[in-house]
C-alpha cells in the first residue's frame, strides 16, 4: 500500500533521523531500501564506493564547492568519511549516507 509506514514496537512509525535532530517518517520500503544500500556500499572501499554511488560523488564534490566558494565548514568533509568508511561505520555516517541517498531519490 503506497504510503505505508512500518510500525515500530510502541505504535510508532518508522523514522529516519537527521535535520539536527528532527526526524523524517519514510515509507517503509524506501527506508528498507537506503539501508540496505548504504550497508552495501559501507562493504566496498571507498574509492570503490565513490564509482558506484553518483549521490556520494556528487555531496563529497558539493561539500569541496562549498568549502573552497563560501569557505563553509560544518559539513562532514571527504577527509572524515574516508577516516570512519568501513562495515561498522559510526551512526553519524550512516546517517549522512541516508540523507545523501534519500535525496537522490527525491
Known amino acids: 500500500e503506497d504510503g505505508a509506514y512500518v510500525e515500530e514496537e510502541h505504535g510508532?512509525?518508522?523514522?529516519?533521523?537527521g535535520n539536527g535532530g528532527v526526524k523524517e517518517r519514510e515509507p517503509a520500503f524506501l527506508g528498507v531500501q537506503v539501508a540496505l544500500?548504504?550497508?552495501s556500499l559501507l562493504q566496498l572501499p571507498f574509492e570503490a564506493a565513490m564509482r558506484r554511488c553518483s549521490a556520494l560523488r556528487r555531496h563529497v564534490e558539493?561539500?569541496?564547492r562549498e568549502e573552497r566558494?563560501?569557505?563553509?565548514e560544518g559539513k562532514i568533509t571527504e577527509r572524515e568519511i574516508r577516516q570512519d568508511?568501513?562495515?561498522d561505520a559510526?551512526?553519524?555516517l550512516?546517517?549522512?549516507l541516508q540523507h545523501v541517498l534519500l535525496e537522490d531519490v527525491a
Not at 510508532?12 to 533521523?17: M, R, V
Not at 566558494?69 to 563553509?72: P, R, S
Open 37 to 39: 544500500q548504504v550497508e
Open 62 to 64: 558539493k561539500a569541496h
Open 69 to 72: 566558494e563560501e569557505g563553509e
Open 85 to 87: 568508511w568501513r562495515t
Open 94 to 96: 550512516r546517517v549522512v
Open 90 to 92: 559510526c551512526r553519524e
Open 12 to 17: 510508532e512509525e518508522a523514522d529516519i533521523e
